[in-house]
């Protein structure tokens, strides 16, 4: 069987956790602007679809990455693909990431198009060389001949108690290559779009998913059902419309981000919350207009802070307030963990101070 | 020793099988395709295989391109090292001069659809796989008549057309990037093989193995080809490897040593690779390992030298002696070997060959005239392909507030 001693993967914890059966409740309960739709989809089989739409109609696709076939996916992300497909397509790996990282960008330069999975993105360390240097910048030094249509894709950020070494969120990091496209879906239908997108895509992308959200169902569209759909790699997505403070966030956050709102509303505070779903290129645009349409932002990340948008500066009421993970390696305790990670209450209270509703905290030494 | 022994005994008419021309048949060589039978200097040695025999056939029109295409690659390495101290080529530089066997017997035994990857030692590989001279010294010099229209460097040369994948600076990723040509190739059916080349230096990296596990496990078309020149950069193998017989490193996957300055022992050892890797070459070379199932992945060792020291800014004096250095070039040197081969069956004469050197050198003085008057790319590529598809990607120069483009 499998030997993931190194591994804590806690299957148990898809969607068993308190937290992400209320924030589930929360957010149909409080969500507007979604049309009425006939079906729900769990983000894992939107990723799921996605793939064997893509492999169906592209025979250069091919899955490569450790228990993707026969497992059927750590996360099930991949299930019955292998059945469907065969071992030629999709194909388990050893545990070499730096290796097979490697051959999925060799293979790309040859005309394929691979989707490497990471168990988590926590391992792609072992293959940043092959991401970066071999993948991200070979358009560039070759002048465009040696192109990589490449995805690598899997989990990205903290899960629930699995320590410093499986948690870390990599969208700043991977967001400040060039040539790479770095994409972060949030609901169902940002899994199906996005996930199309990226393996149409002719460049590299990174595909940051976050495992507390595979377990989470989302209504779809019939639009986004069909399989020529995709969301357009670039373009963020304005989730909730308000007009008092922007609230930027992508991923998991975006939920927070959510709730969040719903508990400002009470305090008449209306926030707009806008879904990043894209790191590289950052749609810069929608942040703008909506900063400048509110005068107040609040940016909520996971993991360490990005770039901010400084063309509107002049537009900003208040200083731009930035929730991000605390500036330490993800401790195991739950406590610690909780407050090394943004919580509902963080956005709520920067909201406001960012709508001076309450009073500011003394500059920190 | 092997040379002299055909000398000989090619004027004595008596001896077979061995077929030679006599002087009175010459046809003009660059056409004349007669079999010559040939040994390579020294046996090869096998790992897990049969290893091929020391006889290869060749012809005069094929030694006559080797000569001209080595002469061609050590007069643009001489040069690019002028042109280095000339201050015209900035940044890293590594030069192939003694290592261009490797190179041209390659080339003899592949065809331009297999594919070829390597490090940064990439001047020759890339004119083997039909790049010009032009290209190569515009890349040098940054000018946008590169082939890499200047934004590459020494270190990244392409011909994408002609097989040829890089080009790369980090030590031992091209091995699994070769690889995964050959799981590309596989995968769509083309019958053709990849040479993947790494330096002793690289033999040591991890994910060297990673990729040659993967590549034997799924039957991949992969040739890994270790160019020893015997120095990872300044440390000699024996400092740098617990076991520098690279040839039997790849341990359940048979490997070959070769003569790496032999260019037709090259030659013999890539074609044995690359039909054991096909499946195509004869069986009874080969043979299993133990219960074990056969690999179709080769590792083949090229004991070779650079002249040069690692780069540019290396001596290459300091931790070899400089009799080691001119010790390789009298008796090993790779065109005085087909040189002496060439004069020996009689195809050409000394000036004939001398000739040819001439001619070089004033294509390669040409070449680079051509090269200097490329001129630089323009401000704007510094922008183009950083992706194949915009996405509305707005990108900043170093001053955000001066610099700003829309991806086109």
Known sequence: ?365 | MALSHVATTSRSQLLKPLTIISSSLRHPISTDTTPITVETSVPFTGHKCEPPSRTVETNPQELLTFFKDMALMRRMEIAADSLYKAKLIRGFCHLYDGQEAVAVGMEAALTKKDCIITAYRDHCIFLGRGGTLLESFAELMGRKDGCSRGKGGSMHFYKKEGGFYGGHGIVGAQVPLGCGLAFAQKYSKDENVTFALYGDGAANQGQLFEALNMAALWDLPAILVCENNHYGMGTAEWRAAKSPAYYKRGDYVPGLKVDGMDALAVKQACKFAKEHALKNGPIVNFSPVDTLETTLVELLEMDTYRYHGHSMSDPGSTYRTRDEISGVRQERDPIERIRKLILAHDLATEKELKDIEKEFRKDVDEAIAAAKESPMPDPSELFTNIYVKDCGLEVYGVDRKEVKTMLP
């Not at chain 1, 914890?13 to 969500?31: C, M, P, V």
């Not at chain 1, 228990?67 to 019955?80: C, F, L, M, R, W």
């Not at chain 1, 609230?247 to 719903?262: D, H, P, R, W």
């Not at chain 1, 610690?336 to 309450?358: F, G, N, T």
């Open chain 1, 1 to 365: 069987m499998l030997a993931l001693l190194r591994r804590q993967i806690n299957f148990g914890a898809i969607s068993s956790s308190g937290l992400d059966r209320s924030l589930h409740r929360f957010w149909f309960n409080g969500s507007r602007g979604f049309a009425a739709a006939a079906k729900e989809m769990t983000v894992r089989d939107a990723l799921n679809s996605a793939l064997d739409e893509e492999m169906s109609a592209d025979p250069k696709v091919f899955i490569m990455g450790e228990e993707v076939g026969e497992y059927q996916g750590a996360y099930k992300v991949t299930k019955g693909l292998l059945e469907k497909y065969g071992p030629d397509r999709v194909l388990d790996t050893p545990i070499t990431e730096a290796g097979f990282a490697g051959i999925g960008v060799g293979a790309a330069y040859y005309g394929l198009k691979p989707v490497i999975e990471f168990m988590t993105f926590n391992f792609s360390m072992q293959a940043i060389d092959h991401i970066i240097n071999s993948a991200a910048k070979s358009n560039y030094m070759s002048s465009g001949q040696i192109s990589v249509p490449i995805v690598f894709r899997g989990p990205n950020g903290a899960a629930a108690g699995v320590g410093a070494q499986h948690s870390q969120c990599f969208a700043a990091w991977y967001g400040s290559c060039p040539g790479l496209k770095v994409l972060t879906p949030y609901s169902s239908e940002d899994a199906r779009g996005l996930l199309k997108a990226a393996i149409r895509d002719p460049d590299p992308v990174v595909f940051l998913e976050n495992e507390l959200m595979y377990g989470q169902s989302f209504p779809v569209s019939a639009e986004a059902l069909d399989s020529s759909f995709c969301i357009p790699i670039g373009k963020a997505k304005i989730e909730r419309e308000g007009k008092d403070v922007t609230i930027t966030a992508f991923s998991k956050m975006v939920g927070y981000a959510l709730q969040a709102a719903e508990a400002l509303a009470k305090e008449g505070i209306s926030a707009e919350v806008i879904n990043l779903r894209s790191i590289r290129p950052l749609d810069r645009a929608t942040i703008n207009a909506s900063v400048r349409k509110t005068n107040r932002l609040v940016t909520v990340e996971e993991g360490l802070p990005q770039h901010v948008i400084e063309e509107s500066f002049g537009y900003l009421d208040a200083p731009v307030e930035r929730i991000a993970g605390a500036d330490v390696p993800m401790p195991y305790a739950a406590n610690l963990e909780r407050m090394a990670l943004p919580q509902i209450e963080d956005i709520v209270r920067a909201a406001k101070r960012a709508c001076y509703r309450s009073v500011p905290m003394a500059a920190a030494a």
